[in-house]
Nanobody, 125 residues
Framework: QVQLVESGGGLVQAGGSLRLSCKASGRTISRCPMGWFRQAPGKEREFVAAISWSGSSTYYAGSVKGRFTISRDDARNTVYLQMNSLKPEDTAVYYC??????????????????WGQGTQVTVSS
């Protein structure tokens, strides 16, 4: 059974950076689309970024484009989210997600079968 474990969250000042990691166990992530989502208190889970199964395509929410970068290292079975120029509105629990189907709607949470437990990111002003 596949499990995803996120790490790298924490407290950072506005303008700072964090790198989130999501390590999979139980199966290889190769040939699997991977996504990052976030959920702030009282809000719905929202799409942040996704990467195609091959790594050749990446997708971002408008609110993070140009500041966040998603990448994958299939040899390490890990996907990353580099977050720069963080803003207080980026504060949320960040989740990674995996789907075995290659062709999905990357920004839709329901498309992903497996989720991590989340890691808290707090950006102070």
């Amino acid at each position: 059974q596949v499990q995803l474990v996120e790490s790298g969250g924490g407290l950072v000042q506005a303008g700072g950076s964090l790198r989130l990691s999501c390590k999979a166990s139980g199966r290889t992530i190769s040939r699997c689309p991977m996504g990052w989502f976030r959920q702030a208190p009282g809000k719905e889970r929202e799409f942040v970024a996704a990467i195609s199964w091959s790594g050749s395509s990446t997708y971002y929410a408008g609110s993070v484009k140009g500041r966040f970068t998603i990448s994958r290292d299939d040899a390490r079975n890990t996907v990353y989210l580099q977050m720069n120029s963080l803003k207080p509105e980026d504060t949320a629990v960040y989740y990674c997600a995996l789907e075995s189907r290659r062709s999905i709607v990357f920004s839709t949470p329901a498309e992903y079968a497996t989720w991590g437990q989340g890691t808290q990111v707090t950006v102070s002003s």
